[in-house]
């Protein structure tokens, strides 16, 4: 079945590191795939997504690229702020709509 | 424009209890997720109402049910309670299908089964 699986954490970083945290998938077609994040004491937010192979999602400096050959959508930021830490979540519907959502990343920045 | 709420915020039952969750959905929102969020991992979908139709369940049991109303809101019904039922329940809301148009997420409700 469709499924995502993402690197184990915790992370901690110091502040202007450059953060990687890996997402591979499983799926049935090509699904858009989504990264949500969740800040301490709130619900989800959408962060970034891509709709097809080889798209690029971004935002608030994060990015991650949809590679069709590795199932992978990795998602990288050049300079972390001590305001990113929260816990990143990589997510792909299949085709009725349900989410998976991979088990999370928690990511500290120190300063 | 308010955002997706839920109520209560916090809930403690003992097992074998009922409990109800309720969610708003944001204005103009007719698509309805449910999710269960233990701790320490990631959303696990329950199910999804659009225009007051379930629209699609993940593996959860039947004592998990659910209503969404001609308003759009919805509630989650969880009946005998179990000790594994203890989870951060989310729930969110889209136009339409959340594969093609941002779903918001409320703030969740904490279940505390005893």
């Known amino acids: 079945g469709d499924s995502v699986t993402q690197m184990e954490g915790p992370v901690t970083l110091s502040e202007e590191a450059f953060l990687t945290i890996n997402c591979t998938y499983t799926?049935?077609?090509?699904?858009?795939l989504f990264w949500y994040v969740q800040y301490p004491g709130e619900g989800l937010q959408l962060l970034l997504k891509?709709?097809?192979?080889?798209d690029k999602g971004s935002n608030k400096g994060f990015e991650a690229t949809y590679r069709k050959e590795t199932t992978s959508f990795h998602l990288e930021k050049g300079s972390v702020q001590v305001s990113d830490s929260a816990v990143y979540f990589c997510a792909l519907p299949n085709t009725g709509n349900q989410f998976y959502f991979g088990t999370g990343t928690s990511l500290t920045v120190i300063p | 424009e308010t955002g997706v709420t839920q109520s209560p915020t916090h809930l403690i039952k003992t097992r074998g209890q009922q409990v109800t969750l309720r969610c708003s959905s944001q204005?103009?929102?007719?698509?309805v997720s449910w999710y269960q969020q233990a701790l320490g991992q990631g959303p696990q979908f329950i199910f999804q109402y659009y225009r007051e139709e379930e629209n699609g369940r993940g593996n959860f049991p039947p004592r998990f049910s659910g209503l969404q109303f001609p308003n759009y809101s919805s509630e989650l019904n969880v009946n005998a309670l179990e000790l594994d039922d203890s989870a951060l329940y989310l729930c969110?809301?889209?136009?339409?299908?959340?594969?093609?148009?941002?779903?918001?997420f409320g703030p969740g409700t904490r279940l505390t089964v005893l």
């Open positions: 891509a709709t097809k192979a080889d």
């Open positions: 204005s103009g929102h007719n698509t």
């Open positions: 969110a809301s889209s136009l339409e299908s959340p594969s093609y148009n941002e779903q918001f």
């Open positions: 799926a049935t077609g090509y699904p858009s």
